[in-house]
């Protein structure tokens, strides 16, 4: 549920792009831009994007408040409990014009909880946290960077020591990646929404975002244009073929995996096939400092329809 006024107020889901310049969905003057059309009193228009994004987060959000809420009590020890509080309105940090609109509120009451962090260290809590649901579906890593940033926002609003971002990634794996507050980011979001804002008032646009791409060279005038056209559409319908296959091949997979588990079995033989599926172990590792590697270069290869708009 969104709490914040886009003309008064910098939402807590819009400060990673002020802070990075970009994120996958905006870039920081597309931010200043929705502000600036805010208090000129243009209604912004929903343009589709990212519409599967919205809905998927819509929908499964309650349910991943349900799960999230359960996994964190169940890591609680005796006479602990980390209680859910759905919010009833923003948190705010009015100097400095931020809002934050939290998917929930944590309460671990008798103790200490222990949250493991796929991050890294563990980290023990007690009092008040934010939870942040994410439903990115495609990306099985940590949160995002912008994510992070978000998250850290909501804490400083609400002045919170920690918070959880909740992430659902493919293959329905649920992760919960636990954050303290970090006052050195803290001070770099305060820096930057004050900038932010100076943008704002005094009507200073941010400079154009340098990708470091050069200009793309036009081959329209080439003989062969036709034949490279025709060679870009039948690698394009490969592409897309290959998405399917490798789907396809992902579904027979998990049938196949599915029945060894049924019979408990990690290996097999049906017809004049052999089926492996052993559980592999691997010893615990010590911490090690990655080796120095010394700097490499290649080309990446990419293709993009353009717009004729």
């Known amino acids: 549920m969104k709490w914040s ?7 807590a889901s819009k400060v990673g ?15 200043r831009q929705i502000v600036l059309n805010a208090k000129a009193g243009v209604q912004a228009i929903d343009d589709g994007l990212y519409k599967d994004a919205k809905d998927r987060g819509n929908y499964l959000e ?7 809420s359960d996994a964190l009590d169940n890591l609680c020890p005796d006479n602990v409990a980390c209680n859910f509080l759905p919010p009833t309105d ?16 944590l309460h671990v009451v008798g103790g200490d909880m222990t949250i493991p962090n796929p991050n890294g260290d563990d980290i023990t809590v007690t009092g008040y946290g934010a ?16 994510q992070v940033i978000q998250l850290q926002t909501q804490m400083l ?4 020591q920690w918070g959880v971002i909740a992430k659902l990634g493919p293959k329905l794996k649920f992760s919960l990646y636990p ?7 803290t001070h770099i979001i305060m820096e930057k929404v004050q900038d932010f804002w100076y943008r704002v008032d005094m009507d200073q646009p941010y400079p154009p975002i340098d990708n470091g791409k050069p200009d793309a060279i036009p081959l329209d005038h080439l003989e062969t244009k036709n034949d490279l056209i025709q060679i870009i559409t039948d690698y394009e319908k490969c592409k897309a073929e290959e998405k399917s296959w490798k789907l396809q091949k992902e579904r027979c997979q998990e049938a196949i995996e599915l029945v060894l588990d049924e019979v408990d079995a990690e290996y097999a033989t049906v017809g004049n096939y052999k089926i492996s599926f052993p559980i592999v ?22 293709i993009e329809e353009i717009s004729n708009e």
Request: a negative charge.
């Open 5 to 11: 006024n886009d003309a008064d107020e910098l939402g």
């Open 17 to 31: 792009a002020v802070v990075l310049g970009e994120t996958p969905f905006q870039t920081n003057e597309a931010v």
């Open 62 to 68: 309650p349910a991943l408040i349900g799960w999230a």
């Open 90 to 105: 923003a948190h705010r940090k009015k100097d400095l014009r931020l809002c934050a609109s939290l998917d929930g509120i």
């Open 131 to 146: 939870l942040e649901i994410k439903t990115d579906g495609w990306d099985d890593g940590p949160p995002r960077a912008d």
């Open 157 to 160: 609003c609400a002045d919170f």
């Open 179 to 185: 954050y303290m507050r970090s006052e050195k980011l």
């Open 281 to 302: 172990k691997r010893k615990a590792q010590p911490e090690k400092i990655i080796p120095a590697k010394p700097s490499t270069e290649h080309r990446r290869f990419s």
